[in-house]
């Protein structure tokens, strides 16, 4: 294999990378602000896609679309948040999981009799030819779902940093007993935190779908990936997780090249299960002695 | 379980077996039809494993997304021994078993590290994996076409090869596994589950081996998995991997939550009606295919719903509503 | 005799080391307190030696054998219970319940032996009639049948000891037993620790309540951020002044308490 095509392969890694790093901070966002795991987190990648096509198809520009794909989503998210899981806070972690589990099951079958059994797919936001970068072809559609990754953490990493939100959301990922002693409002701040995750995933879903186009199923699949990407980094810290996703998908990639495509789906598996039964709290979490 | 008045009540879930074998023996009796056989043999099935994952999960409260992998594992081993080994039968069966009892032995190991949502996570990759195992290795599993005219069942030379008989088999194991389930849970392991469940280190002060619990508990909840999926195999005659993906464990775990943790019968229950309902056509003559149809459409969004229901508005499930109402008739009676 | 043996025990985490060679021993038969201001250490200090918790130095010896390094559940099997501080109970079931999952403990009963039974074991019909005597020993039988979360805070105390009982132990280790409870129930709580004692269980308590630990305690270990600062009955700890220092002097006056 010459220089060009391992490039090649590790421009694809870096692509899919970056969707599982988008899909993984929906994760980390939830996890930290809730410490529960959000099973549903795939189905709102798959809505950013399904419901962009639909909107589009509605005679709305494509970038309106999006947006409005992307909003929607993250309303969905956040009266998910309101109507089904704010009663049980107190609730045993199972309940928890049970109800984000109930929740996906119902959107996914939701999304395939609104929208049908099949493949849907977008135009590229810029069409035109690949840009050939040292030997490998990069397609447009790349560079908009690198550019759009980079945004979202920038503005996320802002609002950590930056925004009285931001200190609020840190606060409750270390403990809402403190936080509420602070005086932060711990629901709206979970509230709040599911619709971030909501519009994460449906941005990387939106953002990839003239690439590998999308479909009422396409949630779960990215979700194990997700999620496989979230713990790899370590669950709860953004910019690791980040880097999960991208160590995640060239991984993937660099199998295909080396080993066969045929496994290919099964290297974020076993991942996810060689990091929870190895290494739990991920490459850049800190060791925790006792039960995760 | 106010257990001192002991052996009286030890009776009742015996006398409720019972009645569920004559009831199992007179369909039959009662209609020859095809149709209604072969789904009531899909319920038996199913009956075995909700009563290892209610074991599991209702009860010591190991959540498992990957049980639908065990039934596979189980199926295609006994499927591949039998029709492309050649070996008997009960060897198959006996196999699925043991290797399915041993993929949940694996899968004990990060239980013992883990909890509520990171097992879950980490059985859900366990049976995604298994997925695509049985969709690549098509020389043992036959890929997405599946595996088919996989022989039926051949015990000490009698081949069980009628739609009455295929029924009786399944129901007779299906039977015996609630009887064993009941007495397990009614005693010193059972006991030791539901303490787990409350409070693992509330267990562990009471002198309990948690490890060994949950390892135990783990192999043999999936070793009925794995049976369940032997007899499916050669009652059916044909499997493919979608029968055991991910869709299907989740509706197990639905199954359960329905029915309500920390009882056996509430998961039963909910197991026998949910899988009766897509197929509602062979027990309620009257339904047209349409109606059928639209049920099996919007079967998902049911399981999906009631779930989220239940665990919201009736958290111990059909077997909380029954506990509630035979405590109700017992007060009665004391009056 | 030396009954528990508690040598140079330590547990960091990270920077900050909650339990700082510590050592210490218990003679069988007598009541120990552990006390100390808040953050102290003390419930670190329960754990590490119950198996909750790995020390990173030191050692613990009951009767002869080593603890360190060996699980909960094995530790209690060799004659080592314990209560929590906040109650661990199994909050579904009932207070007999609750007991007779702990009576279990001296009967085996293995998944394929309880599959095919049909009947009680007779050792089962023993360790339920050992849990209503436990619960009659504590003085909390009336609440047999009543769910252990909708018991009274003294009773759940007074039913984790009734439970930590039925292990059949040599030594309890109680932590916080009387946390919560008015005078009365202090009072029911001594009277049970004392009956306790004279059954042969040898006893370890940590405490808050001073008026307790003064009456109850045969000899007191007091523990300052991770460290023992002193050990002695209760009359020498009373005026050790270091440990007026550390912890009597904020709640006393100079007359002692």
Redesign the interface.
């Known amino acids: 294999m010459d220089a060009a095509e391992f490039f090649q392969y590790v421009i694809a890694g870096l692509k899919s990378g970056s969707i599982y790093a988008l899909v993984a901070l929906g994760f980390t966002v939830v996890y930290g602000a809730t410490g529960i795991i959000n099973f549903a987190q795939g189905e709102f990648f798959m809505l950013g896609g399904v419901l962009a096509v639909w909107f589009h198809s509605l005679g709305l520009p494509l970038p309106v679309a999006g947006i409005a794909a992307v909003a929607a989503t993250a309303l969905l998210g956040v009266v998910f948040e309101r109507v089904a899981l704010r009663r049980q806070r107190s609730a045993n972690p199972l309940v928890l999981v049970i109800i984000t589990i109930g929740a996906s099951m119902v959107i996914k079958s939701l999304a395939r009799h609104l929208f049908g059994p099949d493949e849907l797919s977008l135009q590229e936001f810029t069409p035109g030819p690949s840009i050939d970068v040292a030997g490998a072809a990069v397609e447009r559609q790349a560079l908009w779902v690198w550019g759009l990754t980079i945004v979202a953490v920038l503005v996320l990493a802002w609002l950590y940093r930056r925004t009285k939100l931001g200190r609020a959301m840190r606060a409750c990922s270390i403990s809402h007993d403190a936080a509420r002693l602070m005086g932060i409002d711990t629901a709206r701040v979970v509230m709040v935190s599911f619709g971030i995750a909501a519009a994460l995933g449906a941005l990387g879903g939106f953002a990839v779908t003239p690439l590998t186009q999308t479909s009422w199923d396409a949630g779960a699949a990215i979700g194990v990936k997700g999620f496989a990407a979230a713990i790899l980094g370590g669950l709860g810290n953004p910019v690791a997780t980040v880097i999960g996703g991208l160590v995640l998908g060239l991984l993937e990639s660099l199998s295909v090249a080396f080993l066969s495509s045929t496994y290919k789906d099964a290297i974020s598996l076993l991942v996810l299960l060689v990091v929870l039964f190895v290494r739990p709290q991920g490459l850049f979490g800190k060791a925790r002695r006792g039960k995760v | 379980?106010?257990?001192?008045k002991?052996?009286r009540t030890?009776m009742t879930p015996?006398l409720a077996l019972i009645a569920a074998a004559v009831a199992v023996a007179a369909v039959p009796l009662l209609t020859p039809d095809r149709y209604v056989l072969k789904v009531l043999v899909y319920v038996g099935v199913n009956v075995i494993v909700i009563a290892g994952l209610a074991l599991l999960f209702g009860h010591a409260?190991q959540?498992s997304?990957g049980h639908a992998a065990f039934v596979g594992i189980g199926a295609y081993t006994s499927a591949y021994l039998v029709k492309t080994l050649g070996a008997p039968w009960l060897v198959g069966a006996i196999a699925a078993t043991m290797l399915a009892a041993a993929g949940g032995l694996v899968l004990a190991?990060?239980a013992l590290?883990?909890?509520?949502?990171?097992l879950?996570?980490?059985t859900?990759?366990?049976n995604?994996?298994m997925y695509?195992?049985f969709r690549?290795a098509r020389a043992v599993t036959g890929g997405n076409d599946g595996l088919g005219g996989i022989p039926y069942p051949e015990v000490a030379g009698l081949r069980i090869d009628t739609p009455v008989g295929v029924y009786l088999l399944v129901w007779g194991v299906a039977l015996l596994t609630l009887l064993?389930?009941t007495?397990?849970l009614?005693?010193?392991?059972?006991?030791?589950m539901?303490?787990l469940h409350?409070?693992e280190?509330?267990?562990?002060?009471?002198?309990?081996?948690?490890?060994g619990l949950k390892i135990?508990t783990f192999a043999?909840s999936a070793a009925l998995a794995g049976l369940a999926g032997a007899l499916y195999a050669h009652g059916v005659g044909f499997i493919s991997p979608t029968t055991f993906g991910?869709d299907q464990s989740?509706i197990y775990?639905?199954i359960v939550?329905v029915g309500g943790a920390?009882s056996l019968a509430g998961p039963v229950l909910a197991a026998v009606a949910l899988t009766l309902l897509p197929y509602a056509d062979a027990l309620v003559p009257g339904l047209t295919k349409e109606t059928i149809a639209v049920m099996q459409?919007?079967e998902?969004?049911i399981?999906?719903?009631?779930?989220?229901a239940v665990?919201?508005f009736a958290?111990a499930g059909i077997g909380g509503l029954l506990r509630r109402a035979s405590a109700r008739r017992a007060g009665e009676v004391r009056g | 005799m030396i009954f528990l043996s508690v040598r140079g025990l330590t547990r960091r985490f990270g920077g900050l080391t909650a339990v700082d060679a510590v050592s210490f021993d218990v003679h069988e038969g007598s009541i120990k307190a552990v006390i100390g201001p808040n953050g102290a250490g003390k419930s670190t200090l329960f754990n590490l030696i119950t198996g909750f918790d790995r020390a990173d130095e030191g050692s613990v010896m009951f009767d002869g054998a080593s603890l360190v390094g060996r699980r909960p559940d094995a530790i209690v099997r060799a004659g080592l219970a314990r209560t929590f501080q906040n109650t661990e109970l199994f909050e579904d079931l009932t207070a007999l319940d609750n007991v007779r999952i702990a009576a279990d403990l001296g009967h085996p009963g293995g998944f394929l032996r309880s599959a095919i039974r049909f009947r009680l074991a007779p050792g089962e019909r023993d360790g339920a009639a050992r849990a209503v005597h436990l619960l009659r020993l504590a003085g909390i039988d009336g609440f047999a049948d009543t769910p252990a979360r909708d018991l009274p805070h003294g009773t759940r105390r007074l039913l984790e000891i009734a439970r930590a009982l039925a292990t059949a132990p040599r030594l309890m280790l109680l932590d916080e037993p009387a946390a919560g409870l008015n005078g009365a129930e202090t009072r029911t709580l001594i009277d049970a620790l004392y009956r306790i004692r004279d059954e042969g269980v040898t006893l370890v308590v940590v405490e808050h309540d001073m008026g307790l630990v003064m009456e109850v305690a045969e000899e007191i270990v007091v523990l300052d951020r991770g460290a023992k600062i002193a050990e002695g009955p209760p009359l020498l700890i009373q005026k050790d002044r270091a440990v007026i220092e550390a912890y009597l002097g904020e709640e006393c006056g100079d007359d002692g308490c």
């Open positions: 379980m106010s257990g001192v002991g052996s030890l015996h409260g959540i997304m190991l990060p590290r883990l909890r509520g949502h990171y879950a996570m980490a859900l990759g366990f995604e994996i695509v195992v690549e064993l389930v007495n397990i009614r005693s010193r392991p059972g006991r030791a539901r303490a409350a409070t280190n509330g267990a562990l002060a009471c002198g309990i081996d948690t490890v135990r043999l991910l989740v775990v639905a939550v920390g459409d919007w998902a969004d399981y999906g719903l009631a779930m989220i665990v919201i958290p």
